[in-house]
């Protein structure tokens, strides 16, 4: 049981990156689910969410550039990341909605700078 999250890397502002987490051992396609992310000296924030059905939500902070989805057949969940902040600097997780404590992995670091 067990989510990888991938796709992290260093970016310079405004570009761009594309994040993947894989799950294995759980039943994905009816779980809504969920990137999360950690920045230094922070708690953890909820970033985007997915339901099983499709539906979105996004936090404020990333509304209009962030984009969540999902495909069920490879039980994978995705972010596109675009017009990136160094205020977007953090380690970002994938888990379930509401999160399970067992779910949380290594997370993929994202570094926005020039």
């Known amino acids: 049981v067990q989510l990888q999250a991938s796709g992290g890397g260093l970016v310079q502002p405004g570009g761009s990156l594309r994040l993947s987490c894989a799950a294995s051992?759980?039943?994905?396609?009816?779980?809504?689910m969920g990137w999360y992310r950690q920045a230094p000296g922070k708690q953890r924030e909820l970033v985007a969410v997915?339901?099983?059905?499709?539906?979105?939500n996004y936090a404020d902070s990333v509304k209009g550039r962030f984009t969540i989805s999902r495909d069920n057949a490879k039980n994978t969940v995705y972010l596109q990341m675009n017009s990136l902040k160094p205020e977007d600097t953090a380690v970002y997780y994938c888990?379930?909605?509401?999160?399970?404590?067992?779910?949380w992995g290594q997370g993929t670091l994202v570094t926005v700078s020039s």
């Open positions: 997915i339901s099983s059905t499709g539906s979105t």
């Open positions: 051992g759980i039943r994905f396609s009816i779980n809504a």
């Open positions: 888990n379930t909605r509401p999160d399970l404590s067992y779910l």
